[in-house]
């Protein structure tokens, strides 16, 4: 069974730094695309970035420049380093990831539970 699990999320004061981790666990075939979205109590999930299994990156641009995704394909793990933290940015905080797992011969979207990042003023 494929699991992802976030970590690091918390309380920071504006202009704080965090470091999310996501670590996708069980009998996986391939990860393609890796992503973080964010939801904002009221507010639609949103895209924040992405990064293929090539290390193409993609990020939405209310964090370009501040955020950086990264991840480690040999332990299926993604990162989201988390600087110049903004009020604004406060959201829960998802992982995703587009994967085919061994027993399966498509892709398909599988998604954390979630992580709460709060940033005072």
């Known amino acids: 069974q494929v699991q992802l699990v976030e970590s690091g999320g918390g309380l920071v004061q504006a202009g704080g730094s965090l470091r999310l981790s996501c670590a996708a666990s069980g009998n996986i075939f391939r990860i393609n695309v890796m992503s973080w979205y964010r939801q904002a109590p009221g507010k639609q999930r949103e895209l924040v970035a992405a990064?293929?299994?090539?290390?193409?990156?993609n990020y939405a641009d209310s964090v370009k420049g501040r955020f950086t995704i990264s991840r480690d394909n040999t332990e299926n793990t993604v990162y989201l380093q988390m600087n110049s933290l903004k009020p604004q940015d406060t959201a829960v905080y998802y992982c995703?990831?587009?994967?085919?797992?061994?027993?399966?011969?498509?892709?398909?979207?599988?998604w954390g539970q979630g992580t709460q990042v709060t940033v005072s003023s």
């Open positions: 990064i293929t299994s090539g290390g193409t990156t």
């Open positions: 995703a990831a587009d994967l085919r797992p061994e027993k399966l011969v498509e892709f398909r979207d599988y």
